[in-house]
């Protein structure tokens, strides 16, 4: 019943921003960490950044002072601000939220469908 549904991704210049956005719908007690992976063709998926409920945020050091990952409770929407973009950005990236339908269930990770971020240079 959950849905993550991504935003935002498209072509830009290298140095530009784009903003991602994911929201979660569906049936939801309580969202625990979400986070944004991307996949470039030929390389493995890897993590983004990450951000847990409370607002604590975790990056990998390629993005570390360009890309902001942010929340919104209120909304089950996470968001990731890129800035300085380059080349190497470009991938597919991917939203996921580890989700409780009620307070006693087991949380269960769900996954975007993926929007594309292509940088030119």
């Known amino acids: 019943q959950v849905q993550l549904v991504e935003s935002g991704g498209g072509l830009v210049q290298a140095g530009g921003s784009l903003r991602l956005s994911c929201a979660a719908s569906g049936s939801i007690f309580s969202i625990n960490a979400m986070g944004w992976y991307r996949q470039a063709p030929g390389k493995q998926r890897e993590l983004v950044a990450s951000?847990?409920?409370?607002?604590?945020?975790n990056y990998a050091t390629s993005v570390k002072g360009r890309f902001t990952i942010s929340r919104d409770n209120t909304k089950n929407t996470v968001y990731l601000q890129m800035s300085s973009l380059k080349p190497e950005d470009t991938a597919v990236y991917y939203c996921?939220?580890?989700?409780?339908?009620?307070?006693?269930?087991?949380?269960?990770?769900?996954w975007g469908q993926g929007t594309q971020v292509t940088v030119s240079s």
């Open positions: 951000i847990t409920s409370g607002g604590s945020a």
């Open positions: 996921n939220a580890d989700v409780r339908p009620t307070p006693w269930n087991t949380p269960i990770t769900y």
